[in-house]
Every structure is written in structure tokens, then in C-alpha cells.
């Protein structure tokens, strides 16, 4: 038997792995991977929390927004902008400056949504130049981290250059296999450390610097390469599940008796 409906309904609305039933998973199984665990739910609803709250009390600045001739891509590109200021202040070594204007530009990328949904401006064009420019605004950050680890040399920040660049291409196919997932028909919803995770691991990081800087690239390396395969992984079993299913209606239509007109 599977695990309860409450547990099921988490398993579907959070985000994690939730095998088909026409697969032989057992529920065993299903609790070995480790993504299915309810420790992963607790950390998605903080982020999720977290950025709610940040929502419920931008009302008032997306209102005030709202008022001047701002446009949600314009408060995209500032903060576009405000992450480029934040790279360079991060290649200096200028970390805890880079944390807070990193802020202000998270900040943005989440008026920007909020102001489209409030002024009726949400345009398709809209979301394709958001989700594009994040993907610049990542590479950015990540850039000059390793700027920043190649300027003070030494062993360990060898390795943090590399830790570095696996988190700038786990980042990168994070997105990738989500876009390329939806074009194909599949959905693509799961993620252990999706965007905003990675925003706000990164401002702490850099505001705390030292060690735990080194722990959080060493971190994201991980992570978002984890959640790259989680994501093909859920591509797999929606594609076997559908291969399964056209097997039964083929192996059905052959066995099928023929009428007799």
C-alpha cells in the first residue's frame, strides 16, 4: 500500500517524487529515495514561506510601483543591474556589500511578478525576459566568485573555483531540463534547491563569509546538480510510464477480437 492521503498530498503539491502507479514501486522503495522524505517538504515550505512573506509585505512598494511608469521588465532589469553590482562587489572581496545588494536585487526579481499581476501586464514576453535574465544574473554570481577565489590563490580555493563552476552548469541544467521537459509535454515541477533556495543560501554565505562561504559553494555544487538529475529523473518515469501505457493499448488492440461486420 502507499503511504497515507495527507503524505501523498504533500508528495504532490511540494514538489517531490511521487512514483506512478502503474510502475512497481513499492512504498519501500519510495522511502529510500531520499528526496521523498518529508525532510525535503520542510525545506521547500520554508523557502516557500519565506518568499510569501516577502510577498505579503511588498503590497505596499508593488502599490506604490504601481503609481509610476514603472514596467515589470524594467524592475527586471534593475535587477539585473543590482546582481552585476553584487558580482563585481563579490570579485573585489567585497562580500557582505555583495549579500546586502544581492538582497534588494532578489528583491526585484520578486516585484517584478507581483507588479505584473497587479497592473494586468503580465505578458508571455514578460516571463520569457525574466527567466532569461535570472539566468544571467546567476552566472554573474557565480563568476565572481571564482574571480574572487582565483584572487586570493592557495589550495582550497583551487577547489572552490571548480566547486564554483559545477554550480554555475547544475544551475544552468536545472533550468535547461525544466524547459526542455515542458516543450516535450512532460511537467517539471520537482526541485531540492530550485531558485530561490539558491538566492537565499548565497546571501547568507556571503554576508557570514569565511568558512561558511566555502560551505555553501561547496553546497550548491551539490545540490543543483542533484536537482538537475531529480528533475530527469522525474522525466524518466513519466516517459516509462507513458511507454508502458502505449504497450498495454497496443498488446490490448492486438488481442482484441476482430468484429465480424
Known amino acids: 500500500m502507499w503511504p497515507t492521503t495527507r503524505w501523498r498530498r504533500r508528495v504532490g503539491t511540494r514538489g517531490t517524487l511521487s512514483p506512478p502507479r502503474s510502475s512497481r514501486f513499492?512504498?519501500?522503495?519510495?522511502?529510500?529515495?531520499?528526496?521523498?522524505?518529508?525532510?525535503?517538504?520542510?525545506?521547500?515550505?520554508?523557502?516557500?514561506?519565506?518568499?510569501?512573506?516577502?510577498?505579503?509585505?511588498?503590497?505596499?512598494?508593488?502599490?506604490?510601483?504601481?503609481?509610476?511608469?514603472?514596467?515589470?521588465?524594467?524592475?527586471?532589469?534593475?535587477?539585473?543591474?543590482?546582481?552585476?553590482?553584487?558580482?563585481?562587489l563579490v570579485a573585489f572581496g567585497q562580500l557582505r556589500w555583495a549579500g546586502i545588494v544581492l538582497i534588494f536585487a532578489g528583491t526585484c526579481d520578486i516585484l517584478d511578478g507581483a507588479l505584473a499581476r497587479t497592473t494586468k501586464t503580465g505578458y508571455p514576453y514578460g516571463a520569457?525576459?525574466?527567466?532569461?535574465?535570472?539566468?544571467?544574473?546567476?552566472?554573474?554570481?557565480y563568476l565572481g566568485l571564482a574571480a574572487y577565489f582565483v584572487s586570493i590563490g592557495g589550495t582550497l580555493e583551487r577547489w572552490l573555483?571548480?566547486?564554483?563552476?559545477?554550480?554555475?552548469?547544475?544551475?544552468?541544467?536545472?533550468?535547461?531540463?525544466?524547459?526542455?521537459?515542458?516543450?516535450?509535454?512532460?511537467?517539471?515541477?520537482?526541485?531540492?534547491?530550485?531558485r530561490p533556495e539558491r538566492v537565499v543560501v548565497t546571501v547568507v554565505g556571503l554576508i557570514i563569509g569565511g568558512p561558511v562561504l566555502y560551505g555553501v559553494v561547496f553546497l550548491l555544487a551539490v545540490?543543483?546538480?542533484?536537482?538537475?538529475?531529480?528533475?530527469?529523473?522525474?522525466?524518466?518515469?513519466?516517459?516509462?510510464?507513458?511507454?508502458?501505457?502505449?504497450?498495454?493499448?497496443?498488446?490490448?488492440?492486438r488481442t482484441?477480437?476482430?468484429?465480424?461486420p
Not at 167 to 183: C, M, N, W
Not at 256 to 260: F, G, L, N
Request: glycine residues 6%; proline residues 3%; contains cysteine.
Open 256 to 260: 482484441a477480437p476482430h468484429q465480424v
Open 161 to 194: 573555483v571548480l566547486a564554483t563552476l559545477a554550480a554555475l552548469a547544475g544551475s544552468f541544467l536545472v533550468s535547461y531540463v525544466r524547459a526542455r521537459a515542458q516543450s516535450l509535454g512532460f511537467t517539471c515541477k520537482t526541485g531540492l534547491f530550485q
Open 128 to 141: 520569457f525576459l525574466d527567466s532569461t535574465l535570472d539566468r544571467y544574473s546567476e552566472g554573474a554570481i
Open 26 to 88: 513499492t512504498k519501500k522503495r519510495a522511502r529510500r529515495w531520499p528526496l521523498n522524505r518529508p525532510g525535503h517538504w520542510r525545506c521547500r515550505v520554508f523557502t516557500t514561506r519565506f518568499e510569501a512573506w516577502v510577498r505579503r509585505h511588498a503590497e505596499a512598494l508593488v502599490s506604490a510601483l504601481g503609481r509610476t511608469p514603472l514596467t515589470p521588465n524594467q524592475v527586471t532589469v534593475v535587477g539585473l543591474g543590482l546582481t552585476f553590482v553584487a558580482a563585481g
Open 223 to 253: 545540490v543543483t546538480n542533484l536537482t538537475a538529475l531529480q528533475r530527469i529523473r522525474e522525466v524518466w518515469l513519466q516517459g516509462r510510464a507513458q511507454r508502458l501505457e502505449r504497450e498495454r493499448e497496443m498488446k490490448a488492440t
